[in-house]
């Protein structure tokens, strides 16, 4: 059974036509009553606003457009790295993203009122201004992306192939960020503290400026796309890096972008969103499990997956103890266990354990 | 035709010389066997070839061009390789691994048209792995899934073909049948092979010509009739056997302190 571009773009867009369903469907949920016939009404006049108009247009439509950003980006981050890894156990987080986000945003709460903090954040307003991002954002991209980048120097110099070295740099740099982040939040105190539990337990936080929802999705597809190029090269390198260049692919420039396009998108995610777990460990393996190993129509479709799950999730962590929100990490878990569970089983003849 | 050329080559890691001025050339459409004790530079031998390792000092050439001006994608359309028994991470099926064979062919393409198919189909059908084309790799045997690798390294289209012990997990029955396809690539599709192998005695039987390495740099390069001889082979390896001829080739049994039959 070979893949058809007809077939790809007829899956991707039954797939997408789900997700829009599910994201229709989710508007609609919430602790406040908002209907079609409300929202159409506009925004209101000057003395009288429509209440249901701006919780319509400020919170649920950005809120559920930023769940499937995040989502999106956190199960194709997902498939990418278990694919450059050939392991079936890493997640998005597996290279340090989470510890390096983690540890930037971390320090944005802790420094936010000193001096210096305030004139390098003045240099750097333009970013803030031309992505929509909060400084707690950027610092946590930066994070990110700088721990990224150092897990991928210390795992070249095991060797430039190796992808047990890349694996042990990423577990050491996360247990060594997480020492860090401990220390500082020890020293934090309570009123700063909250905020960055929140944002370690995985939490949508609303968008205060929509341009950031439009760059960010901009950026995520872009990546995806990228990764979609990719497709062929990702399926020879799961039979590891020596048959990959006797089969004739670049295995250094491949990795390397995989990497660099997974890490972005996966900063991205967590910048907006903080620790999400558990969509880009299950999604790739529940997606696999039902449409097969190939990566031209895995990384579309678990984008897509990704994204409506958590759409689902946050749904779900905003009525559960409504008004109150429950941060959507717990949700993520709590629901996606069972459900893999069962996927696990039904499709276990599907499965191969294979060795590396 | 000389198709390879190997001029005063050496290599070794860090302080360990593994193969050192190594010259001979291959000719187009020959069946060789790699013999050697472990660890005396067979599987080296064959990356250098490959072009996954750069010699330190020499060049291989592969049709006259030095194998490491290549580049990866021109490197695969003149060498495909097998390797030893071999599962993947995710559960690939035969054609979707048999098919990845094409890429250096498509690399700008992110599909496959029906040329590719058709080679692949093709390579399917003359390694007989067409009955199972749609089941994933990890539901095979192991006889099976080596005659996957053996299709694919077919459908990559390339003059030479290297293995690397490809039957070193398989019982004797699926070895034979290794043995026999690998000749009828050589004599229907004017492959040339280079197979490493520790089993002297099909060796003999298949091929044309045996490079034998010794684990003091050292190589013996001819007919297996004339380089096999029971004196090499129990200096190079360190054991002592029965060597005997069966109707026109040679065989040679190793044998232990403890062999029923032992040496002495």
């Given amino acids: ?356 | 035709m000389r198709l390879i050329e190997f001029d005063k080559v050496s290599f070794g890691y860090e302080q360990v010389p593994i193969l050192k001025d190594l010259t001979l050339s291959v000719q187009a459409n020959s069946f060789w066997a790699i013999i050697g004790p472990n660890g005396s530079g067979k599987s080296t031998f064959l990356s250098l070839l490959s072009g996954h390792i750069k010699p330190q000092q020499g060049t291989v050439c592969v049709d006259q061009q030095m194998i490491t001006a290549m580049n990866t994608a021109q490197r695969a359309q003149k060498i495909s390789l097998v390797r030893q028994e071999f599962i993947p991470v995710f559960g690939y099926s035969v054609f979707q691994t048999v098919m990845m064979a094409r890429y250096a062919r498509q690399s700008k393409r992110l599909f496959e048209n029906a040329a590719d198919r058709e080679a692949v189909r093709a390579a399917l059908e003359a390694t007989d792995t067409l009955t199972f084309a749609e089941r994933p790799l990890g539901h095979l045997s192991g006889g099976e899934r080596q005659r996957v690798f053996i299709a694919r390294a077919l459908a990559q289209e390339t003059p030479i073909l290297l293995l690397d012990e490809p039957t070193s997990h398989l019982d004797l029955k699926h070895q034979i049948k290794i043995f026999d396809l690998l000749k009828q690539m050589q004599t229907q599709q004017g492959k040339t092979i280079l197979l490493v192998t520790h089993d002297i005695n099909l060796a003999v039987q298949y091929c044309d010509r045996v490079l034998l390495l010794g684990s003091d740099e050292t190589f013996f390069e001819g007919p297996p009739e004339q380089i096999l001889d029971s004196g090499r082979i129990e200096s190079i390896f360190g054991v002592q056997g029965y060597q005997g001829r069966i109707q026109k080739e040679k065989f040679f049994v190793p044998l232990g302190k403890f062999s029923k039959d032992r040496p002495g």
């Fill in chain 1, 1 to 356: 059974m070979t893949l058809t571009p007809q077939k790809l773009v007829l899956r991707s867009i039954l797939a997408g036509v789900v997700l829009l369903g599910v994201m229709a469907a989710c508007v609609w949920i919430g602790s406040q009553d908002v209907s079609l016939a409300d929202v159409l009404k506009g925004p209101g006049g000057e003395g009288s606003p429509n209440i249901q108009y701006i919780i319509f247009m400020q919170e649920r439509l950005p809120r559920i457009c930023l769940a499937a950003i995040v989502g999106a980006a956190l199960a194709c981050a997902g498939v990418v790295f278990q694919a450059i890894l050939r392991n079936p156990l890493a997640d998005p987080y597996i290279l340090g993203v989470s510890s390096g986000a983690g540890l930037g945003s971390i320090v944005a709460v802790l420094f936010s009122g000193t001096v210096i903090y305030g004139r390098i954040a003045g240099h750097f307003g333009w970013i803030a201004e031309a992505t929509g991002m909060s400084s707690l954002m950027i610092m946590a991209f930066v994070g990110a992306m700088l721990t990224v980048w150092l897990v991928w120097v210390i795992g070249r110099v095991t060797g430039r192939t190796h992808v047990t070295g890349l694996l042990l740099a990423g577990v050491v740099v996360n247990a060594f960020f997480s020492a860090l982040i401990m220390f500082l939040l020890s020293i934090a105190r309570a009123r700063q503290l909250q905020s960055t539990m929140f944002w370690l337990m995985g939490h949508m936080m609303l968008p205060e400026n929509p341009l950031m929802v439009w760059f960010s999705g901009g950026v995520v597809l872009l990546g995806i796309l990228c990764l979609l190029m990719l497709g062929n090269s990702l399926n020879i390198l799961s039979f590891g890096s020596d048959d990959a260049q006797s089969l004739g692919v670049p295995v250094k420039r491949t990795c390397f972008l995989a990497f660099a396009c997974a890490a972005l998108i996966t900063s991205v995610a967590v910048s907006l969103s903080g620790l999400i777990g558990f969509v880009g460990l299950i999604v790739p393996h529940a997606v696999r499990l039902v449409v097969g190993p190939d990566h031209r129509l895995l990384i579309p479709l678990s984008a897509i997956a990704g994204a409506a799950f958590l759409v689902v999730a946050d749904t779900i962590a905003r009525v559960v103890i409504a008004p109150a929100i429950l941060p959507v990490g717990v949700i993520t878990a709590l629901v996606g266990g069972p459900f893999f569970l069962i996927l696990l089983i039904r499709y276990t003849k599907n499965i191969q354990w294979g060795s590396t």
